[in-house]
């Protein structure tokens, strides 16, 4: 599993229009290529009347799986200029769909090119990036006589609260980095005099927004 990468925070869709043609950028993750297929072939259901829908996605922790399509527009127009935004911007687990309706003015394939990337680029903004980063969720068990104290230490630590759980003992669940888990034992021992029970739990990402 990756320390961290880059996806886009949703699904979601943003249209464009240059020289009259339309074009809908469809935007969504994904982390299998089943997973991507199957959302190309839903967007050319729904858009079964379009004169195009173009597609590219890159799955996979090294990128290993890469894929565009131009969908009838001159070869090299469309689906690889679509791909090289998802790749310029470090995207992972990325599928996008643009569906084109052609306005009746040609633009030329340098023209084309142009097009399909700003439609993926403009859609990705609309949508958001998201950074993932795998974290440990560390259990902290203690008397609730600690409970303010954690509680405050915690918050205004670099480390990230996930949940409180009132028991007959107080238990938080705290993001941490796998290269901090060390630090974070230290930490809670001094913290706690010892008084705590601490315990690694299951490895999962967090997701920030990037700006």
């Known amino acids: 599993m990756l320390p961290q990468y880059f996806t886009v925070k949703a699904e979601g869709t943003h249209e464009i ?3 009259k043609s339309r074009f809908i950028a469809h935007v969504k993750r994904a982390e299998t290529e089943e997973e991507a297929q199957g959302f190309i072939q839903e967007i050319k259901k729904e858009h079964w009347n379009a004169t195009h829908n173009c597609s590219a996605y890159m799955i996979g922790e090294h990128d290993q799986i890469q894929k565009a399509n131009d969908d009838g527009e001159p070869s090299g127009t469309a689906g690889v200029p679509m791909l090289e935004v998802l790749k310029k911007r470090n995207l992972k687990d990325t599928v996008v769909v643009v569906t084109r309706y052609f306005g009746g003015i040609k633009l030329g394939a340098g023209g084309l090119i142009r097009a399909y ?3 993926v680029s403009e859609g990705i903004d609309s ?6 980063t795998l974290m440990t969720v560390m259990h902290v ?3 609730y006589t600690w409970l303010g104290k954690l509680e ?3 918050r205004s630590s670099d480390y990230q609260l996930k949940v409180i759980h009132y028991s007959d003992l ?3 669940e705290v ?3 796998e290269d901090k888990i060390n630090e974070f034992l230290e930490w809670m021992t001094e913290l706690t005099n010892g008084q705590a029970d601490i ?4 490895q999962l990402y967090m997701e920030s927004d990037i700006k």
């Open 127 to 132: 949508i958001g990036i998201v950074q993932r």
């Open 117 to 119: 990337g700003r439609a």
């Open 141 to 143: 068990k203690a008397d």
């Open 17 to 19: 229009n240059i020289q």
């Open 152 to 154: 405050n230490e915690i």
């Open 199 to 202: 315990a690694e739990g299951e």
């Open 175 to 177: 993001y941490v980095k």
């Open 170 to 172: 107080v238990e938080m």
